[in-house]
């Protein structure tokens, strides 16, 4: 059943009852935009599904497939750990800086993460990164504050 | 350059001049307080790059605000006493190749600078033993050696030199050369010369490249980074004696130096890296006496005057960074207050609780250096 999320100005429309693939682009979309909006099997473990506003329980592939569930956390949790770790980095180095620098830094002191995964995070989380220039950048509350050249 | 002769603008402070300045200074006599260690550094450094002949690569980290730049101002008025040519250049904002760092050089070099130099070398050689030999490195920079040779003095000449942009074919033809210094091979083949100059004249023993705020390759794409890493060992490489080169960095973690550098400039480096890492406490005293003596009028009641000692260590206390920068600041908060306080009797000297009130009432940055 198709269904519809606002977050800000976008408009999502999804259904949670078919096609894992699109399910997990639109739970990855949340997580990025508000990860309030999390369904409750996404945030925490325990839940129940009579309480869920984003879908029909008794439609929903989650609800029906906990691995489903577990496989989407995992990969939340994995995606969260690295966006702090990229965090640490900048805030460690103290500037903005090229994204590949950024990357490169985070592969050093964590091999298993791929600078195409830091990459994606840079762009993903406006709330944590922001660009200061074409390919350049920093933690987004520098945007407001001066900073050293 | 501060006049002894001249009388004291703070004598109630037994200061002579205002302490506090958060830009560093050059000066023919600069200050240096604190961290004697590094200063002992600084100066084995540069007393050995006088004793020796081979070219180097060295590199500078200094957390934000520890005092960078001056500790280059320092080395370049002890390269200068030790009979080097040291040139300081700030690191263009916007670089797009390796020729913006050689304008940056360039414009260190005036007309009549290079005329001396070029003077200079001849009188070990001859004048045409220098001609072939920089017509062998460039043939355009030989161009420009030989107007100076014959005496002329057009600004096409200093234009070119300093790779100035927009140089017509007329102009170019005016002083008998074909291209301007437009690529990084031009710009290193142009340097290359510049240090056999200073290599041959017998007035320097060698050139001392700062490359001061390098940290700033870190906004440069993969492109232009790898040129300027390119630009720096080929330079290295084709002048193995008479050049040094000085990189600084500030940044919050030395060892992010590494992801800035290609592993031919690592593979170059000195293996003593100068460090500039935030103060300790007593440090931080140690610097805010030699600075305060420094600037000295008179004998004061204690070493920390206008302050107490406890008003310093409490006001480090409140320091969240202590960086020469950050303490500068906090301190001439203080006594800016005191400056007046004490002019009119209000206050002795600047005990702790007094310096607490008022950086209590400033509304500060949390940490203003992070």
Redesign the interface.
């Known amino acids: 059943m198709q269904e519809k999320l606002t977050m800000g100005a976008n408009t999502y429309s999804y259904d949670f009852s078919r096609r894992p693939e699109n399910i997990e682009r639109v739970v990855f979309q949340i997580l990025r935009t508000d990860p309030a909006q999390l369904p409750a099997c996404m945030r925490r473990l325990f839940f129940r599904c009579d309480d869920c506003e984003l879908t029909d329980p008794t439609t929903c592939l989650m609800a029906r497939d906990p691995d489903f569930v577990s496989y989407l956390k995992f990969f939340i949790e994995n995606e969260l750990h690295v966006r702090n770790l990229i965090r640490r980095v900048i ?8 994204w ?2 950024i990357a ?2 985070v592969e ?1 002191r964590y091999p298993r993460v791929s600078k195409r995964l830091v990459y994606l995070l840079l762009s993903a989380y406006p709330g944590d990164f922001a660009s ?5 950048y920093g933690l987004a509350e520098w945007k407001d504050e001066p900073r ?2 | 350059m501060l006049n002894t002769e001249r009388s004291p603008e703070y004598p109630h402070l037994c200061l002579k001049s205002w302490p506090f300045t958060v830009v560093p200074r050059r000066s023919d006599t600069p200050i240096w307080a604190g961290r004697k260690h590094l200063r002992h550094q600084v100066e084995q450094l540069m007393s050995d790059l006088a004793r020796r002949r081979p070219s180097s690569l060295h590199l500078m980290w200094a957390d934000f605000g520890a005092g960078k730049t001056h500790t280059l101002f320092y080395a370049s008025f002890l390269a200068e006493r030790e009979r080097m040519l040291p040139i300081y250049v700030e690191w263009p904002k916007k670089a797009t190749s390796f020729v913006d760092v050689y304008r940056g050089i360039a414009s260190n070099f005036s007309k009549v600078f290079l005329s001396k130099l070029f003077w200079a070398s001849c009188e070990r050689g001859s004048v045409d033993e220098v001609l072939s030999w920089a017509s062998r490195e460039f043939a355009d920079f030989a161009a420009v050696l030989e107007c100076l040779y014959r005496g002329e003095s057009s600004p096409l000449i200093y234009e070119w030199l300093r790779a100035e942009p927009g140089l017509g074919r007329r102009e170019l033809r005016d002083i008998n050369v074909r291209n301007p210094i437009r690529t990084s091979d031009d710009a290193i083949r142009a340097l290359v010369i510049l240090v056999g100059l200073v290599a041959r004249c017998g007035d320097y023993q060698r050139l001392v490249l700062m490359l001061d705020e390098f940290q700033r390759i870190d906004q440069l794409p993969p492109r232009i980074r790898t040129d300027v890493n390119s630009g720096i060992h080929t330079l290295i490489n084709a002048c193995p004696d008479a050049l040094s080169i000085i990189l600084s960095f500030s940044f919050g973690r030395p060892d992010n130096i590494r992801f800035l550098l290609t592993e031919e400039v690592r593979s170059r480096t000195d293996l003593e890296q100068i460090r500039l890492p935030e103060l300790t406490e007593t440090e931080a005293l140690e610097f805010l006496v030699d600075l305060l003596r420094y600037y000295r009028w008179g004998t004061p009641p204690n070493a920390f005057f206008p302050f107490t000692e406890e008003a310093c260590r409490a006001v480090l206390s409140v320091i969240g960074k202590r960086t020469p920068r950050n303490i500068m600041k906090h301190f001439d908060v203080v006594l800016r207050r005191a400056d007046r306080d004490v002019s009119v009797g209000a206050i002795q000297e600047v005990g702790a609780q007094y310096a607490l009130d008022i950086l209590k009432a400033v509304p500060l940055p949390e940490d203003s250096e992070t």
């Open positions: 805030k460690e180095h103290g500037r903005p800086m090229y590949d620098i490169a830094m050093h200061f220039d074409v390919g350049v050293p050249d």
